[in-house]
């Protein structure tokens, strides 16, 4: 009798976890391949979809892609805004999927800006070796794979070409380390650079763009694998169709995005190359 009613216990046990994960919030990764600090708009945007979906979202920032990653295999996250370079290397493993990609000056592209201080003398990228160059971060298509490829095509060894290399584990602070000359040069993503230079020119302002790299697929928003079918597809219809209301058009301004759109995992097809030359 007391065995039945430890099995009776337990079981109420799981469907009162189950209940309550179903009831609770919804949380969405963000990393380093948005702009984190206006966190007024994330409170909004979070507003926002939990209206549309029906749950309540919180937004919670990762430092890096590989935590927002492993959270996502974990089913500690339920969606997550991530890097196209952990997104073009951990998408055969299948634990995460695409949902949805946001659409940037009418593409679903973005590419690497090469920047310096405004000041600087340094024209070329070649110009900066034996400099100090900012890394955002080791996961980073646009922070870190590009330029790496950029010297291994030129024929140069990126261990070596530069004096100093750090990581920010932000676009945004890498952006502040050229501007306030601790480095030299640096790699950042495009979008996050355009996006300061509207909302926060400040940063962008004693930055100056010496190189752009070819196009990428925007950084996209993924859904963890095993996630409830229903939840899934209100949260991308949510953001496929925030261009279809005042308050998402709104929120789209906010973030200097046109819309968010449905995508083909081939659009990524160019970042699997920086993979082979890390």
């Known amino acids: 009798m007391l065995r039945f ?28 391949a948005v702009v984190r600090e206006n966190l007024n708009l994330y409170e909004r945007w979070a507003d926002y979809l939990g209206r549309k979906v029906g749950r309540p979202v919180e937004f919670v920032q990762r430092r890096t892609y590989r935590e927002a990653i492993e959270l996502l295999r974990t089913g500690e996250h339920d ?49 900066l070796q034996g400099r100090v ?84 697929g925007f950084p996209p928003l993924v859904y963890r694998s095993g996630i409830d079918e229903a939840l899934r597809q209100r949260m991308t219809d949510a953001l496929l169709g925030m261009d279809q209301d005042s308050e998402g058009r709104a929120l789209l301004d906010e973030l200097v995005l046109d819309r968010f759109s449905a995508a083909s995992p081939s659009l990524f097809d160019g970042v699997s190359l920086n993979l082979e030359r890390r």
């Open 79 to 127: 969606f997550s805004w991530v890097c196209s370079f952990p997104y073009a290397k951990y998408r055969d493993e299948k634990f995460f999927g695409l949902m949805a990609v946001p659409v940037f000056e009418g593409k679903p592209l973005y590419r690497a800006y090469l920047i310096v201080h405004k000041d600087s003398p340094i024209r070329t990228f070649e110009e």
């Open 5 to 32: 009613a430890l099995i009776f216990a337990a079981a109420l046990s799981s469907l009162a976890q189950a209940a309550s994960a179903a009831d609770g919030p919804i949380r969405f990764g963000l990393t380093a």
């Open 133 to 216: 160059f900012a890394y955002s971060e080791p996961d980073s298509n646009t922070g870190y794979a590009v330029p790496r490829q950029m010297l291994f095509d030129a024929g140069k060894n990126p261990d070596r070409f530069f004096r100093q290399t750090f990581f920010t584990y932000s676009h945004t602070e890498t952006i502040e380390a050229v501007a306030e000359r601790v480095a030299d040069g640096a790699s950042v993503d495009s979008y996050v650079w355009e996006y300061l230079a509207r909302r926060e020119p400040r940063l962008t302002a004693n930055t100056r763009i010496i190189s752009r790299s070819k196009d990428y």
